[in-house]
């Protein structure tokens, strides 16, 4: 059953130490996304990617890196410079095909400072 | 720039009324327009989606949406809520797909309590 596996389920962060989130997808979609979820704010959308090898800041980018190697992975670091890391992590991929297929999303990663 | 405001946070409804959901869009174009649903500690699932065509949607779990133009609008309903649809709700906006990607900006959510 193709779909969108995000790693961990919930992760902890101790002062100073980078975090990587891992997301991997079947889908065989080219394009994956990083959105960052805080209470009543919605969506923000981190990083974007349409291709291997390419990928693109977003709205929030600041204190995140990523990167695309392979077509199906798309892992996000949140590093010791993102000074609010605690929040709710979604991965989520698209078909190139165009605007009208919709973002598939994962289930999330949560992520709490310790 | 697009936007979309939900502008109830939290909604209350009894099992077997009705529901309707608001969602006002900003955007300079024809938009594509969705609705996601999620759960407690989950990912998002899209009810539905429009384009173009049938300004009346039809989506699953028997959910359906009204783009309006006019008001710039694209409601959520559904005829009867059961207590399985509990949950959060989110509105988006997506522009045209561009290099590669396509820009979704997501509404903040309106909270589903369903009460027996």
């Known amino acids: 059953d193709g779909g969108i596996t995000q790693s961990p389920k919930y992760l902890f962060r101790k002062e100073g130490q980078n975090v990587t989130l891992s997301c991997e997808q079947n889908l065989n979609h080219d394009a994956m996304y990083w959105y960052r979820q805080d209470p009543g704010q919605g969506l923000r959308l981190i990083y974007y990617s349409q291709i291997v090898n390419d990928f693109q800041k977003g709205d929030i980018a600041e204190g995140y890196s990523v990167s695309r190697e392979k077509k199906e992975s798309f892992p996000l670091t949140v590093t010791s410079a993102q000074k609010n890391p605690t929040a709710f992590y979604l991965c989520?991929?698209?078909?190139?095909?165009?605007?009208?297929?919709?973002?598939?999303f994962g289930d999330g990663t949560r992520l709490s400072i310790l | 720039a697009q936007s979309v405001t939900q502008p109830d946070i939290h909604i209350t409804v009894s099992e077997g009324a009705s529901l309707e959901l608001r969602c006002n869009y900003s955007y300079g174009a024809t938009p594509y327009l969705f609705w996601y649903v999620q759960s407690p500690g989950q990912g998002l699932q899209l009810l539905l989606k429009?384009?173009?065509?049938?300004?009346l949607v039809q989506g699953i779990k028997g959910f359906e949406a009204e783009f309006k133009r006019s008001q710039s609008s694209f409601n959520l309903r559904k005829p009867s809520v059961h207590w399985s649809d509990a949950a959060e709700y989110f509105c988006a906006v997506g522009a045209g797909w561009s290099g590669g990607y396509q820009k979704v900006t997501f509404g903040t959510g309106t909270k589903l309590q369903v009460i027996p």
């Open positions: 429009y384009f173009s065509g049938d300004t």
């Open positions: 989520a991929s698209q078909t190139g095909n165009g605007g009208n297929q919709p973002q598939h």
